[in-house]
Nanobody, 121 residues
Framework: QVQLVESGGGLVQAGGSLGLSCVAS????????MGWYRQAPGKQREMVAV???????NYADSVKGRFTISRDNAEKTVYLQMNSLKPEDTANYYC???????????????WGLGTQVTVSS
């Protein structure tokens, strides 16, 4: 069984900062990409930032220059540092990871339960 557990959400004023963490646990052989997605009420889930096992990153245009994704492969953890937060960043933030449980298994997408980020104006 694989679990992704997010932490670090909360309420912050516009212009402030928050950091999110997500730890993967369970029967894990390898993790390919890890990333953060978000979903605001009434909107579709969207990619915020992703990072592959080699450290290559990709960001949504709306967060470039403000958010930074990083990971610790040994700790099976992905981080999202969010600076200069805006009210439009308010959403439930979900951790995602592509995980293989054995060397012969293909990678499967796993999701955390989400952590709420609320930015007040």
């Amino acid at each position: 069984q694989v679990q992704l557990v997010e932490s670090g959400g909360g309420l912050v004023q516009a212009g402030g900062s928050l950091g999110l963490s997500c730890v993967a646990s369970g029967s894990i052989f390898s993790i390919a990409s890890m990333g953060w997605y978000r979903q605001a009420p009434g909107k579709q889930r969207e990619m915020v930032a992703v990072i592959d096992s080699g450290g290559m990153t990709n960001y949504a245009d709306s967060v470039k220059g403000r958010f930074t994704i990083s990971r610790d492969n040994a700790e099976k953890t992905v981080y999202l540092q969010m600076n200069s937060l805006k009210p439009e960043d308010t959403a439930n933030y979900y951790c995602n990871a592509a995980i293989s449980q054995r060397s012969t298994y293909s990678y499967v997408d796993y999701w955390g339960l989400g952590t709420q980020v609320t930015v007040s104006s």
